[in-house]
């Protein structure tokens, strides 16, 4: 179930010279060049090799069939968690080859292990380039990592439950995250509730019982068929438990108010505003009754519920179909969308009335975005998925700024030789995954990034992601 990254991170050349420490007085050293995905070719006899010192822990992990989506589930193992190993709960859907092999997965993987490393070592590294993979994870390390971050591969428990169709994307209720509602590409919305195989997790001892469980049959508690197409739009409120919207590729959103903790109405009479079939929508952070979607049809609509079922606000977001939105919730007034032509956008609110709401812009991918999420610890920095294979970090708040670069080459005694056109917001790439699809932040463990992609999921942990939590923060 875990298995190892062969490809992602530094280009790394075939030595053909002395090896290190031979004949170094008398070969120049020379300045290390950044190597740009989707800018710089590999030449023969070149590969690219994963950094471990890049990463403070960096797994892989297959369930199976590939899962276009999946989320985080809250737990109750400590609301702001650094210490390793880690523990995550995740729950996933299936694309199988034949729709009723589908499945939705509720997961447990433990004993996450890794390293805190510092940001600017003290001594250069002598050259343990061991690397921190799935099958073999931190393997090399283990005298290292049993005083401070465990040691072996993370364990992976599941439990399955039967889905008709192939699930386009599934999200679990963060007031009641056992809770959750499928999108499947036969029509159908469905509300689940997987308390039982989420506590039998819980219960359960640490042994792998990685993707030969059977599915079993489980009745929603919920199955909406009101939707004329499938769709992939789908969000809980983050300020009322239960309360739920649903975009479909028809143009059509549904709103679902709770009837009690297991029952839902569903108001037939859906939010129309979009030409073109409505690919994400976000609810407020702060306001019970807004919500923003966004659609192929290249725009952003703001909405409230208690105005009728035309948009509040609706404007022109990117040149191309808008694929995913995320809106912030430590800074409500800032939403990010990510576009099919690769572009991705900020905007805030607060300047709507004026017109140009946009107060960054990033032309970074070549390929369409496929995942865009804020960080749930730090205002200004957000991630983003991109079909180039390309999961990038950026921080808004980073500037360029030749005199901090200065210094960082005095402690590093390194030269970098950086594109100028490289954004100085850019703050990490991950590559390693095959046709990206989706990403989250992991609220209770800061720092930490799951993603899904055709050929498995990867948890990572960037070294030079630093959340300053204010004492005795929850």
């Given amino acids: 179930m875990v298995r190892s990254i062969k490809n992602p991170k530094k280009a790394k050349r075939k030595n053909k010279g002395s090896k290190k420490g ?26 690219l090799q994963c950094d471990p010192s890049a990463y403070n822990s960096l797994h892989a992990f297959h369930v199976g069939w590939p899962c276009l989506s999946f989320d985080i589930v809250r737990d109750s193992l400590g609301l702001v968690r650094s210490e390793f190993p880690h523990t995550a709960y995740f729950v996933a859907g299936t694309q199988a080859e034949k729709a009723s092999w589908n499945s939705i997965g509720i997961f447990k993987l433990s004993n996450i292990s890794g390293k805190k490393r ?61 809770i959750c509602a499928s999108w499947a590409d036969t029509g159908h919305v469905q509300v689940w509730d997987f308390s039982s195989h989420l506590n039998a997790l819980a219960e359960s001892e640490t042994d792998a019982n990685q993707g030969s469980t059977p599915a079993i049959n489980q009745a929603p508690l919920v199955k909406f068929g ?30 679902w108010e709770p009837t009690s903790d297991a029952t839902w109405k569903v108001d037939t009479n859906p939010f129309i505003g979009h030409t073109a079939s409505v690919e994400d929508l976000q609810w407020s952070p702060t306001e019970v009754h807004v919500f923003a979607s966004c659609s192929v049809d290249g725009n952003i609509a703001i909405w409230d519920t208690r105005l009728g079922r035309s948009p509040a606000a609706s404007f022109k977001a990117h040149n191309a179909d808008v694929n995913v939105l995320s809106w912030n919730r430590l800074a409500s007034c800032m939403l990010a969308s990510g576009s099919d032509d690769g572009t991705f956008s900020i905007r805030d609110l607060r300047l709507l009335k004026d017109g140009d709401s946009v107060v960054a812009h990033f032309e970074y991918h070549k390929h369409p975005i496929t995942s865009i999420e804020w960080s749930p610890h730090e205002a200004s920095t957000l991630a983003v ?61 800061p720092g930490m990034i799951i993603s899904t992609a055709a050929d ?19």
């Fill in 22 to 47: 031979e004949g170094s007085s008398s070969v120049p050293s020379l300045p290390t060049k950044v190597w740009q995905p989707g800018v710089d070719k590999l030449e023969e006899g070149e590969e």
């Fill in 118 to 178: 510092e940001l600017v070592p003290t001594t250069k590294s002598t050259g343990d380039d061991s690397d921190m993979d799935g099958d073999g994870s931190d393997s090399d390390e283990d005298s290292e990592n049993e005083e401070d971050g465990g040691s072996g591969t993370p364990i992976l428990q599941m439990r399955k439950v039967a889905h008709e169709g192939c699930v386009n994307r599934i999200r679990a209720m963060t007031q009641n995250p056992h």
């Fill in 226 to 255: 009101g939707h004329k197409d499938e769709g992939y739009a789908i969000d809980w409120s983050p300020v009322v438990p239960g309360k739920l919207v649903t975009g479909d590729c028809k143009n059509c959103i549904y709103l």
């Fill in 385 to 445: 998925s991109s079909s180039d294979n390309q999961l990038t970090i950026w921080d808004l708040s980073l500037e360029k700024d030749e005199e901090e670069e200065a210094e960082f080459r005095a402690q590093t005694k390194e030269q970098v030789n950086a594109p100028e056109d490289l954004p100085p917001q850019l703050l990490f790439v991950h590559q390693g995954q095959k046709d990206l699809k989706e990403l989250h932040w992991h609220s209770q463990i």
């Fill in 456 to 474: 498995g999921f990867n948890v990572l942990m960037p070294s030079n992601i630093q959340n300053v939590l204010p004492s005795g923060n929850a």
